[in-house]
């Protein structure tokens, strides 16, 4: 066979490839220091994001944050469905699976105020029936997520403007979510107080 023969079979070759695999070239993550693959098979190399559209400056309807050991924390709303969480290890190795913090089929407000303190991530998000047209929250959570990050508290408070500013003491292991002269503690040792 000559070569104009071998690259026209080769090419034929790699269009059935691309093809089969639903029209887009085949990708695998790239290598790490010791020439391995960096992220493991079914782990996202990207967080998700959320799937309410947003055709204003930057994007309110998704969040991140990294802690102080490398790692990475992210949220998304899901229109229906509620608040998001997603986390890379320091040495990255992808983001886990999407996990629900808090779960409501109620409008998404615009902002997630996500947060970190040490090894303590805080996240302030609101859902209402109308928030796209301009009315106020009727659902407002405070979450708190400590450690391996796979589980999360939170605390939901009804009609109410939404947590306008986070605080830590004692290392992060002590949190205030505020809003004018309304506080919400939460505590390592005894979760959520008011």
Known sequence: MGMRKSRVLAGVVLFMT???CGGQAPTSAAPSASGTTATPKGIPDEPRKSDIPWNGEGDPYNAMVTLDDGRRVAMHY???KGLYEQHSGPEGGGWTR???VYGTKTEACQGILLRAFGATVTAVAD???YCSDGEPPTESVAAVGVGSLRTWDHHLTRNFDGWE???AGDGGTEITFRRGSS???WSRAGGFSR
Request: charged share 30%.
């Open 127 to 129: 859902f209402g029936l």
């Open 183 to 185: 506080t919400l503690r």
């Open 98 to 100: 999407p996990r629900l």
């Open 18 to 20: 691309v093809a089969g």
């Open 165 to 167: 500013r986070v605080s």
């Open 78 to 80: 899901r229109r229906g």
